[in-house]
Every structure is written in C-alpha cells, then in structure tokens.
C-alpha cells in the first residue's frame, strides 16, 4: 500500500515532468498539490518598506496531512538571480510562527527560502494537550511536508526543480535537522543542525532537575518548598569566575574561555561561606553549594544511580538564570504539563526521578532525535554540520558529544569507521559561546557557507572561521574545530588572532 508521502513524491514528480516552463507568481495560486491549499501568492516589489529585498515572490499554504493538522508555510522566491537552491529554515522552542526575518536572510543569499509553524501557533505546548496529531506535525512532519511543498512550489515558478536542497536551524531548529537527517534523509543534500534540542525529553527533565535543586520537591507526594538551596543571579559570576580560575588556563591560554569543559574539575566548595560569613555576597551557603553541583551533574535515575542526560558545564554559570530563576524553564515543563501527564496545573516539584522517567522518553517518541543510525543520510551523500556552545545554559552541550559518539559507534558495528563518518558528518564545539550564540567565545560564524563548500566544491571543513564581536567589531578570532580536536595556541603571536592557533587533537 502506497503511503501518503510516497504518492506526494510521484505527483511532484509526475509535476515536474509535464511543466516545463516558468509561473507567473501570481499563478502559484492556482497550483494544486495533494492536501495543500495555497493561501497567498504575492509579488513583492524590491524596496518594499516592510521587507527591504530585491523583488520576490511571497506564497503562503496551508498542509492538512492528517485530519487534525493546520500547518502552515510560506516560501519565498527571488524574482531575479535565484541560486537554483532551497534553503529551508527551522524554529525555536515550542513556537508556532514564521519568521519574516530568517526567510529575507535566505532570499539576500539567493535562495528560495522556506520555514513553516510546525503546525500550530503560539509559544507553548498547550496546542499538544488532546491532539496527538499536532504533536506528530511538532516533531517531524511538518518539517518534512513543509519541504515537499516547497520543492513543488519552487519546480512551479522556475520551471526547474531546485538541484540542492539545505536545511538550516538551532535549538528546536536543530532537532528538526537531525530529525530531517535520520528520518527522510532524502530530503537535503547538507543540514546544519546548531544546539540542538535533539534530547527533547532530557531537557526537560534537566529543566526539573534544576528547579529541584534550587526550590525543593516533593517527598511521599507531599510538596516541599527550599528555597535555602536557592543561587541568586548576582552570585553567578562569583560562581564563573571561580571555574575559569580553575580551568581557563588548561589550554595554555588565559583568555576568560574554558576550552574543554569535559577536562575542568572545578569544585564549587572552594566558594563555600566560612564562619561566620553566613550567606554574603562573595560566598555561597552550603546548601547553594550543592545546588551549583546539582547543576554540573547529569539527571539521574535516583533509584539504579543511571546517568539520563547530562548536566551543565563548567563555564555557563551566567546563563544560569535561564534555568535556575525564580521559575523553571517552561519550555521544559510545558512538555510534562501538555504532553506527559497531561494536567496544565502539574507541579514540577512532584516529578519522581525513581518513578517518571520511562513514562516521559515513552511519551516524547516523536519528539527526540536520538537515532544514530545515519547510514541512509551518508548513502545518498547528504553533509551534516552539527555545531554547540560550551556555555550553553538552556541545552547541555554535553548532549551533543554524546550523540556524536553513538554515531560513532553505532555505524562502526556497520564496518564504518571514524574516518567514514566525518566524511559526512562532523561536530564543531563552540568554546565560550551560549545558546545559538553569544557568550565569551567566538561565536559569529557562517556554518552555510562551510556547508555549501563541503556539498558543493567537496572541500571538507577542517576548521570554520569564527569571531567575537564587540560594539558592533570583531575583536577576536579563533578556528572552530571539528570534534574532538581543539585549537591549540601556537606559542607565539596575539591570542585574538586565529592565524595563532591550530587545529590538534586533545
């Protein structure tokens, strides 16, 4: 039995071999495709106040792939001097919305440009609660209709299907390319894939294991508030300061950056009031103490001690509010609110670390990309660029090393080796930088020019060119490295110059 997706792939094909020649934009109104009712067909003027691009083509549909579904997309077309490629963009979080700014950045490249909602509107996870099909649409589908429709759309208006197909996104828009890359790895030639949420589940246990850690939870079923283990954020860059002290200079640069957090044992004791200090400023109380180790620790099943995702490293702590705060992450607790236990008044306190944990991976099957087998991404000769700040305080970057090395060993059971994998894929650890950016390290760089050279040209990123910028200029610059090298100083020459630095292993 042909499934809906396979009889989609043979009407666009079955499009593709009867038009031969261009649409007008505005007859893109008129295109017919299986499910799919187009909404809008707009020709924008180059200089158009609102969007300050030259002339392109704005369509907008609506998919309706199963019955419960309302996922809507838009692609934008050049009117001139279209590159001939796709450039297809993910999301943010939970959110349901489409980006006027992300798809202008892919028409001043060039490209067509797509994103969709993912097939509801909003910020939160409340559109999941009683609609498991809008949380199938959520976690891969949409993504996936959204790319077939625009290939449909493009082959319309140009006469010419797109000969490259590139997938680009962070945090959720991440996890959508790794999802794109495990399953429908015909879809894009390259992804860049940037923090990913690829751990969904892990999280937003994270997220509760956090909270725990600094406002209390439950015993016996019984709430217990402690805000004694509370951090207050004028304390986080005492905490920071302490673990660039222990670890900054482990790469033999002192640079206000921890290189390799995975090498930094930093004890926060060392900050621990003594006497009679009580709780001042410069000091953390005993229980803060162990919150801070709390949040350095990997999510623990409290029962069999198994690690379930890791925790946060050493280097991010003035992030921490993001997940500290006076409130838990809601991203994270959206997902057992909505999704898990289905209860919009659910306490995060009463999350059992013994008891849940099963239950919460069971209920995100469609939402974590965790799968490593990517044989099918490498066979049809598909790029990955996978890249992640060590700073990160929302997604532990840990994740991301982790899911690289179950690449690693689950294609070496299939005879492939290490060498074979960074082939197709590799990942770029971000020194200093935050969540998609920001941060002490060098964190502006242009991952889809390294992807289009890797594709396009063959030519293998064996590092990527970075910088921090300050008031508007770069006053920094270092090569990223892919994992698991690392820049290693030359010895000699200015420690903001990349042209310092070489690419080494650990």
């Not at 590159?83 to 999301?91: D, V």
């Not at 239950?359 to 066979?379: E, G, Q």
């Amino acid at each position: 039995m042909l499934t809906r997706t396979t009889c989609l792939a043979i009407f666009v094909f079955a499009l593709a071999a009867r038009q031969t020649t261009a649409a007008s934009c505005e007859d893109l109104q008129r295109l017919t495709l299986p499910n799919t009712t187009i909404t809008l067909a707009q020709p924008i003027a180059a200089g158009n106040p609102l969007v300050t691009l030259p002339a392109f083509c704005r369509v907008a549909a609506t998919l309706k792939p199963s019955a419960d579904s309302d996922i809507k997309i838009e692609v934008w077309l050049p009117a001139q001097g279209w590159n001939g490629k796709l450039e297809a963009n993910g999301n943010g979080g939970w959110t349901g919305s489409i980006a006027p700014a992300t798809l202008a950045a892919g028409v001043e490249r060039g490209y067509a440009s797509a994103m969709t909602d993912t097939g509801h509107q909003g910020g939160s996870g409340s559109f999941a609660l009683g609609h498991p099909e809008k949380l199938i649409d959520f976690g891969y589908r949409s993504t996936h209709e959204m790319t077939i429709a625009a290939k449909a759309i493009i082959r319309a208006y140009y006469g010419q299907a797109p000969k490259l197909a590139y997938f680009t996104g962070c945090s959720a828009g991440g996890r959508q390319g790794l999802m794109e890359a495990q399953r429908f790895p015909d879809d894009y030639d390259g992804i860049v894939a940037g923090s990913p949420g690829s751990n969904w589940s892990g999280r937003a246990m994270l997220a509760v294991w956090v909270a725990q850690a600094v406002h209390g939870a439950a015993i016996d079923n019984v709430v217990h508030t402690n805000e004694a283990s509370y951090i207050p954020p004028a304390k986080y860059p005492l905490i920071h300061l302490a673990a660039l002290a222990a670890c900054d200079e482990q790469d033999g640069v002192k640079d206000g950056v921890i290189e390799n957090p995975q090498r930094c044992k930093f004890d926060p004791k060392v900050l621990e009031c003594k006497g009679a200090d009580g709780d001042a400023p410069d000091c953390l109380t005993p229980p803060q103490v162990e919150a801070v180790r709390k949040i350095y620790s990997p999510v623990v099943n409290r029962r069999t001690g198994a690690a379930i995702v890791p925790g946060f490293s050493p280097g991010s702590e003035l992030g921490w509010a993001t997940m500290g705060g006076p409130q838990p992450l809601g991203l994270g607790i959206d997902l057992f609110r909505f999704v898990v236990f289905q209860d919009p008044n659910w306490d995060f306190r009463k999350f059992d670390f013994d008891e849940d944990i099963a239950r919460t991976v069971k209920a995100s099957t469609m939402l974590n990309a965790l799968d490593p087998d990517l044989r099918k991404f490498s066979a049809r000769g598909g790029k990955l660029i996978q890249y992640h700040g060590w700073s990160d305080p929302q997604i532990a970057p840990q994740n991301s090393v982790d899911y690289y090395r179950t690449v690693l060993d689950k294609l070496a059971a299939q005879k492939m080796t290490a060498s074979d994998v960074q082939g197709f894929y590799r990942l770029f650890m971000v020194p200093g930088m935050a969540h998609c950016g920001g941060g002490d390290g060098a964190s502006t760089f242009d991952m889809l020019a390294a992807l289009e050279q890797w594709v396009e040209h063959k030519n293998a990123p064996e590092h990527i060119a970075a910088s921090r910028v300050r008031d508007g200029k770069p006053d920094r610059t270092r090569p990223l490295c892919p994992f698991p090298q690392i820049a290693k100083f030359k010895g000699s020459g200015s420690t903001d110059e990349a042209e310092n630095f070489t690419c080494q292993a650990q």
